[in-house]
Protein backbone atom coordinates (compact mmCIF):
# COMPACT_ATOMS: atom_id res chain seq x y z
CA UNK A 1 0.00 0.00 0.00
CA UNK A 2 1.42 3.26 -0.82
CA UNK A 3 -1.09 5.77 0.41
CA UNK A 4 1.46 9.33 0.06
CA UNK A 5 3.25 8.20 -3.11
CA UNK A 6 3.13 10.48 -6.12
CA UNK A 7 2.62 8.80 -9.17
CA UNK A 8 4.20 9.56 -12.70
CA UNK A 9 5.18 8.09 -15.96
CA UNK A 10 7.93 5.59 -14.15
CA UNK A 11 4.80 4.03 -12.36
CA UNK A 12 1.77 4.43 -14.04
CA UNK A 13 0.54 2.40 -17.28
CA UNK A 14 -2.49 2.65 -19.02
CA UNK A 15 -5.15 0.70 -17.33
CA UNK A 16 -7.61 -2.18 -18.51
CA UNK A 17 -11.41 -1.65 -18.25
CA UNK A 18 -11.82 -0.14 -14.66
CA UNK A 19 -8.83 -0.95 -13.69
CA UNK A 20 -5.77 1.38 -11.23
CA UNK A 21 -3.69 2.95 -13.61
CA UNK A 22 -0.29 2.29 -11.17
CA UNK A 23 1.60 -0.56 -12.48
CA UNK A 24 1.39 -3.56 -11.00
CA UNK A 25 -2.02 -2.71 -8.89
CA UNK A 26 -4.86 -5.65 -8.80
CA UNK A 27 -6.59 -3.93 -6.25
CA UNK A 28 -10.97 -4.18 -6.39
CA UNK A 29 -11.63 -0.70 -7.19
CA UNK A 30 -14.46 0.90 -5.10
CA UNK A 31 -16.85 3.29 -5.52
CA UNK A 32 -15.25 7.02 -5.06
CA UNK A 33 -19.10 8.64 -3.69
CA UNK A 34 -17.42 11.57 -6.02
CA UNK A 35 -19.87 11.49 -8.68
CA UNK A 36 -19.06 11.64 -12.50
CA UNK A 37 -15.70 13.37 -11.67
CA UNK A 38 -13.79 10.79 -10.36
CA UNK A 39 -16.40 7.73 -9.51
CA UNK A 40 -13.95 4.69 -8.65
CA UNK A 41 -11.47 4.62 -6.36
CA UNK A 42 -8.40 2.51 -5.70
CA UNK A 43 -7.57 1.58 -2.20
CA UNK A 44 -4.58 0.35 -1.86
CA UNK A 45 -3.19 3.98 -3.39
CA UNK A 46 -5.98 6.02 -2.09
CA UNK A 47 -6.22 7.67 -5.19
CA UNK A 48 -9.85 8.80 -6.97
CA UNK A 49 -10.30 7.60 -10.92
CA UNK A 50 -11.89 8.41 -13.88
CA UNK A 51 -11.34 6.94 -17.54
CA UNK A 52 -8.26 8.71 -18.66
CA UNK A 53 -7.13 10.45 -15.61
CA UNK A 54 -6.87 10.39 -11.44
CA UNK A 55 -7.18 12.69 -8.27
CA UNK A 56 -5.03 12.35 -4.72
CA UNK A 57 -7.31 12.04 -2.21
CA UNK A 58 -4.98 14.27 -0.31
CA UNK A 59 -3.99 17.24 -2.87
CA UNK A 60 -0.46 17.47 -1.29
CA UNK A 61 0.74 14.79 -2.91
CA UNK A 62 0.20 16.26 -5.62
CA UNK A 63 3.25 19.19 -4.18
CA UNK A 64 6.40 17.88 -4.99
CA UNK A 65 8.13 21.22 -2.82
CA UNK A 66 8.15 23.42 -0.83
CA UNK A 67 4.84 21.72 0.82
CA UNK A 68 4.78 23.84 4.03
CA UNK A 69 4.44 27.02 2.14
CA UNK A 70 2.17 25.75 -0.25
CA UNK A 71 -0.32 24.07 2.55
CA UNK A 72 -0.15 26.98 4.89
CA UNK A 73 -0.92 29.89 2.17
CA UNK A 74 -2.01 28.02 -0.76
CA UNK A 75 -4.14 25.47 -0.67
CA UNK A 76 -7.58 27.26 0.80
CA UNK A 77 -6.90 30.37 0.09
CA UNK A 78 -9.61 32.31 -0.67
CA UNK A 79 -8.13 34.14 -3.45
CA UNK A 80 -6.92 31.03 -5.41
CA UNK A 81 -10.43 29.68 -7.52
CA UNK A 82 -10.22 26.34 -8.11
CA UNK A 83 -7.71 24.98 -5.15
CA UNK A 84 -10.16 21.68 -4.90
CA UNK A 85 -8.32 20.97 -8.66
CA UNK A 86 -4.88 20.92 -7.10
CA UNK A 87 -5.16 17.28 -6.11
CA UNK A 88 -5.59 16.37 -9.86
CA UNK A 89 -2.95 14.64 -11.45
CA UNK A 90 -3.35 16.90 -14.84
CA UNK A 91 -3.44 19.83 -12.53
CA UNK A 92 -1.75 22.69 -14.13
CA UNK A 93 -1.83 24.77 -11.30
CA UNK A 94 0.17 21.56 -9.40
CA UNK A 95 2.39 21.57 -12.85
CA UNK A 96 3.01 25.44 -11.83
CA UNK A 97 4.11 25.51 -8.68
CA UNK A 98 5.90 22.76 -8.90
CA UNK A 99 7.99 24.42 -11.47
CA UNK A 100 8.39 27.74 -10.44
CA UNK A 101 8.32 27.46 -6.37
CA UNK A 102 12.10 25.72 -7.42
CA UNK A 103 13.20 28.27 -10.17
CA UNK A 104 12.37 30.91 -7.19
CA UNK A 105 14.11 28.62 -4.03
CA UNK A 106 17.21 28.15 -6.47
CA UNK A 107 17.41 31.94 -8.04
CA UNK A 108 16.81 31.62 -11.05
CA UNK A 109 13.63 33.97 -11.35
CA UNK A 110 16.23 36.83 -13.22
CA UNK A 111 17.89 34.31 -15.44
CA UNK A 112 14.12 33.05 -16.67
CA UNK A 113 13.06 36.23 -17.39
CA UNK A 114 15.78 37.94 -18.83
CA UNK A 115 15.38 35.15 -21.44
CA UNK A 116 11.91 35.77 -21.68
CA UNK A 117 11.61 39.93 -21.78
CA UNK A 118 14.79 39.61 -23.90
CA UNK A 119 16.27 42.61 -21.60
CA UNK A 120 19.26 42.67 -18.95
CA UNK A 121 17.08 43.14 -15.99
CA UNK A 122 18.31 45.70 -13.38
CA UNK A 123 17.10 43.55 -10.71
CA UNK A 124 15.14 40.31 -8.83
CA UNK A 125 11.89 39.93 -10.42
CA UNK A 126 8.62 39.39 -7.53
CA UNK A 127 7.08 36.22 -8.50
CA UNK A 128 3.08 36.16 -8.64
CA UNK A 129 1.33 32.73 -9.20
CA UNK A 130 -2.79 32.98 -9.39
CA UNK A 131 -1.88 36.68 -9.11
CA UNK A 132 0.09 36.01 -5.55
CA UNK A 133 3.22 37.38 -4.52
CA UNK A 134 5.30 34.46 -3.70
CA UNK A 135 7.88 34.63 -1.17
CA UNK A 136 8.89 31.23 0.27
CA UNK A 137 10.58 32.88 3.64
CA UNK A 138 7.63 34.98 4.49
CA UNK A 139 5.17 32.94 6.53
CA UNK A 140 2.29 35.35 6.10
CA UNK A 141 -0.76 34.15 3.55
CA UNK A 142 -0.30 36.62 0.60
CA UNK A 143 -3.13 38.82 -0.78
CA UNK A 144 -3.94 39.23 -4.42
CA UNK A 145 -1.25 41.69 -6.45
CA UNK A 146 -3.15 45.55 -5.90
CA UNK A 147 -2.53 46.60 -9.83
CA UNK A 148 -4.54 42.74 -10.82
CA UNK A 149 -7.10 43.74 -8.42
CA UNK A 150 -7.63 47.10 -10.07
CA UNK A 151 -7.46 45.60 -13.55
CA UNK A 152 -10.23 43.20 -12.47
CA UNK A 153 -12.10 46.03 -11.13
CA UNK A 154 -11.93 47.79 -14.19
CA UNK A 155 -13.12 45.14 -16.65
CA UNK A 156 -14.47 42.71 -14.42
CA UNK A 157 -16.71 44.36 -12.32
CA UNK A 158 -20.02 42.53 -11.54
CA UNK A 159 -18.29 39.24 -12.38
CA UNK A 160 -19.05 36.74 -9.29
CA UNK A 161 -16.39 34.05 -9.48
CA UNK A 162 -13.79 32.68 -11.96
CA UNK A 163 -12.07 35.99 -12.76
CA UNK A 164 -9.11 36.15 -14.71
CA UNK A 165 -6.08 34.60 -12.54
CA UNK A 166 -2.64 34.76 -14.72
CA UNK A 167 -0.97 31.41 -13.85
CA UNK A 168 2.25 33.27 -13.95
CA UNK A 169 3.73 37.33 -13.40
CA UNK A 170 6.77 37.98 -13.39
CA UNK A 171 7.36 41.76 -12.29
CA UNK A 172 10.54 43.58 -12.31
CA UNK A 173 9.94 47.10 -10.37
CA UNK A 174 10.86 49.99 -13.09
CA UNK A 175 11.37 47.83 -16.01
CA UNK A 176 8.53 44.83 -16.94
CA UNK A 177 5.80 42.65 -16.47
CA UNK A 178 5.76 39.67 -17.78
CA UNK A 179 2.23 37.83 -18.02
CA UNK A 180 2.82 33.75 -18.84
CA UNK A 181 -0.26 31.70 -19.64
CA UNK A 182 0.57 27.78 -18.60
CA UNK A 183 -0.93 25.00 -20.63
CA UNK A 184 -0.23 21.39 -19.61
CA UNK A 185 -3.29 18.67 -20.93
CA UNK A 186 -5.47 21.19 -22.51
CA UNK A 187 -4.83 23.41 -25.60
CA UNK A 188 -5.67 27.28 -25.38
CA UNK A 189 -9.20 28.35 -24.83
CA UNK A 190 -10.87 29.26 -27.95
CA UNK A 191 -14.21 31.55 -28.33
CA UNK A 192 -17.01 29.66 -29.81
CA UNK A 193 -19.05 31.44 -31.86
CA UNK A 194 -22.86 30.14 -30.97
CA UNK A 195 -21.76 30.87 -27.03
CA UNK A 196 -24.31 32.04 -24.70
CA UNK A 197 -23.04 34.74 -22.84
CA UNK A 198 -24.45 34.53 -18.99
CA UNK A 199 -24.74 37.55 -16.78
CA UNK A 200 -22.32 38.31 -13.76
CA UNK A 201 -20.30 35.54 -15.61
CA UNK A 202 -17.12 36.05 -18.01
CA UNK A 203 -18.21 36.43 -21.39
CA UNK A 204 -17.44 33.38 -23.45
CA UNK A 205 -18.51 34.76 -27.01
CA UNK A 206 -16.21 36.86 -28.86
CA UNK A 207 -18.64 39.50 -29.02
CA UNK A 208 -18.77 40.02 -25.45
CA UNK A 209 -15.27 39.23 -24.85
CA UNK A 210 -14.85 41.96 -27.17
CA UNK A 211 -16.87 44.40 -26.13
CA UNK A 212 -16.07 43.88 -21.93
CA UNK A 213 -12.46 43.57 -22.42
CA UNK A 214 -10.86 46.93 -24.47
CA UNK A 215 -7.65 48.62 -24.20
CA UNK A 216 -8.31 51.45 -26.67
CA UNK A 217 -5.70 54.28 -26.47
CA UNK A 218 -3.30 52.39 -23.99
CA UNK A 219 -0.98 51.63 -27.14
CA UNK A 220 0.17 54.14 -29.86
CA UNK A 221 -2.44 52.41 -32.11
CA UNK A 222 -5.52 50.56 -30.67
CA UNK A 223 -5.56 47.03 -30.36
CA UNK A 224 -6.87 45.58 -34.42
CA UNK A 225 -9.89 44.05 -33.23
CA UNK A 226 -11.80 44.39 -37.07
CA UNK A 227 -9.50 42.37 -39.01
CA UNK A 228 -8.65 39.09 -36.28
CA UNK A 229 -6.87 36.21 -37.80
CA UNK A 230 -8.95 33.06 -36.35
CA UNK A 231 -9.52 31.25 -34.02
CA UNK A 232 -10.31 33.54 -31.28
CA UNK A 233 -7.75 33.15 -28.51
CA UNK A 234 -9.85 33.97 -25.58
CA UNK A 235 -8.15 33.27 -22.59
CA UNK A 236 -4.72 34.71 -24.21
CA UNK A 237 -6.71 37.37 -25.27
CA UNK A 238 -7.91 38.59 -21.75
CA UNK A 239 -4.27 38.00 -20.39
CA UNK A 240 -3.04 40.33 -23.56
CA UNK A 241 -5.27 43.02 -22.30
CA UNK A 242 -4.31 42.74 -18.72
CA UNK A 243 -0.77 42.56 -19.59
CA UNK A 244 -1.13 46.37 -21.53
CA UNK A 245 -3.50 47.62 -19.04
CA UNK A 246 -1.16 46.38 -15.91
CA UNK A 247 2.04 47.37 -17.28
CA UNK A 248 0.89 51.09 -18.16
CA UNK A 249 -0.37 51.50 -14.65
CA UNK A 250 3.26 50.26 -13.53
CA UNK A 251 5.04 52.34 -16.00
CA UNK A 252 6.91 49.82 -17.22
CA UNK A 253 6.53 47.32 -20.30
CA UNK A 254 4.88 44.04 -20.83
CA UNK A 255 5.70 40.63 -22.10
CA UNK A 256 3.21 37.62 -22.55
CA UNK A 257 4.68 34.28 -23.02
CA UNK A 258 2.00 30.74 -24.07
CA UNK A 259 3.89 27.42 -22.46
CA UNK A 260 2.66 24.77 -23.45
CA UNK A 261 3.09 20.64 -23.47
CA UNK A 262 5.42 19.54 -26.61
CA UNK A 263 3.38 16.47 -26.56
CA UNK A 264 -0.30 18.60 -27.30
CA UNK A 265 1.60 21.04 -29.59
CA UNK A 266 0.62 19.53 -32.34
CA UNK A 267 -3.06 18.97 -31.94
CA UNK A 268 -3.19 22.92 -31.05
CA UNK A 269 -3.35 25.76 -33.52
CA UNK A 270 -0.48 28.33 -33.04
CA UNK A 271 -1.72 31.69 -31.29
CA UNK A 272 0.84 33.55 -32.82
CA UNK A 273 -0.80 34.90 -35.59
CA UNK A 274 -3.62 35.88 -33.85
CA UNK A 275 -1.70 37.77 -31.28
CA UNK A 276 -0.04 39.40 -34.15
CA UNK A 277 -2.94 40.44 -36.08
CA UNK A 278 -4.15 42.50 -33.03
CA UNK A 279 -0.90 43.93 -32.48
CA UNK A 280 1.08 47.06 -34.05
CA UNK A 281 3.91 45.78 -35.51
CA UNK A 282 6.54 47.13 -33.50
CA UNK A 283 4.87 45.12 -30.43
CA UNK A 284 4.18 41.68 -31.97
CA UNK A 285 7.81 40.65 -30.58
CA UNK A 286 6.81 41.08 -27.19
CA UNK A 287 4.58 37.73 -27.03
CA UNK A 288 6.14 34.67 -27.72
CA UNK A 289 5.44 30.96 -27.55
CA UNK A 290 7.51 28.18 -25.99
CA UNK A 291 6.37 24.83 -25.98
Known sequence: MATNEYFDTRTLTVPSAGGCPVRGCHATLQSSGDGKTFPLRCPDHEIKIHTKTFGYGDPLRNILFERNYFNQNIRNNPNKSETHRLGYENSEDALTWNVF????????LTELASHLAQV????????????????????????????????????????????????????????????????FTSGNTIAKTDAQDVPNEKPKSRAGILSRYSVDHVLPTRLNTDHVVEPFFSQLY?????????????????????????LHHRDSPD?????????????????VRYD
Open 101 to 108: SQLARTDR
Open 120 to 183: ELKSRPTLYLWGLPIDLDDPQRPATFATLAKARNKFERGIHKMLTEPDVMLYVHGQCLILIEAK
Open 238 to 262: RNLVFAIWMARELHVEWRLVNLVSA
Open 271 to 287: PTPFIHSLLPLAFQNRF
